[in-house]
């Protein structure tokens, strides 16, 4: 089974950093996801790690360490439109995709 | 169509009444979900299908049914809908069950 954390809300400036943390538990992992959701919209993709370390994607990098059961999500030079929910997901075996109840980030001028 | 589609976008609807939440893709897609959005406990998987023809049941199934008959659409239907069934409803579709999922904009259901 899954057990995933994150925070509920983080609150940041503009122009800021923004770390978002996720601890699980599972005994099948094979890999982590984060997601960003706009209030009312769907969610989209934003990064992907199976193997330990870094993942850089412009603004946003993703880290791993599947000793720990630890990942977090980092948004930089934040600007108001990162203002949404944020979900980290972990798959279990082949499809299972389990995902935390998401971290919304307020962005603030 | 551009993506993936589900409709209706929102409905409100009677307990004990059956329903059917429509999800089309256009992107040949193996891989297709549905989840439920509850405020406080995050998407959960109801069902999901590999490959068109086969189904499997996620983590929430009980009281709901769904068919890939193609690779396009994956309905999934409430037989009897009880007021517990109220949440938001997002289908989500990924090349294979490795690959990060699309999502669908979502359908927004009551059941009173």
């Known amino acids: 089974g899954q057990n995933i954390d994150q925070p509920t809300e983080m609150t940041a400036t503009e122009g800021a950093i923004v770390q978002i943390n996720c601890t699980y538990q599972t005994s099948g992992f094979n890999g982590l996801f984060w997601y960003q959701q706009h209030a009312g919209e769907a969610p989209t993709f934003l990064s992907y790690n199976v193997l330990d370390g870094l993942e850089e994607k412009g603004r946003f990098s993703s880290f791993l360490s599947r000793s720990k059961g630890y990942s977090y999500l980092l948004l930089k030079e934040l600007q108001m439109k990162d203002s949404a929910s944020y979900l980290c997901?972990?798959?279990?075996?082949?499809?299972?995709?389990?995902f935390g109840a998401g971290t919304t980030v307020t962005v603030r001028a | 169509i551009a993506g993936i589609t589900q409709a209706p976008t929102s409905q409100i609807l009677a307990a004990g009444r059956r329903m059917t939440l429509r999800c089309t893709q256009d992107?040949?897609?193996?891989?297709m979900y549905w989840y439920r959005q509850d405020l406080g406990l995050g998407l959960r998987l109801i069902h999901y299908s590999n490959t068109a023809g086969t189904t499997g049941k996620g983590e929430v199934p009980d009281g709901y049914s769904v068919s890939r008959a193609n690779t396009d659409d994956f309905p999934l239907t409430l037989a009897s809908a009880v007021p517990s069934q109220t949440s938001v409803y997002f289908c989500a579709s990924s090349r294979d069950t490795h690959n990060e999922q699309f999502f669908g904009p979502g359908t927004r259901l009551t059941v009173l």
């Open positions: 997901a972990v798959r279990e075996g082949d499809y299972k995709l389990s």
């Open positions: 992107m040949r897609h193996n891989a």
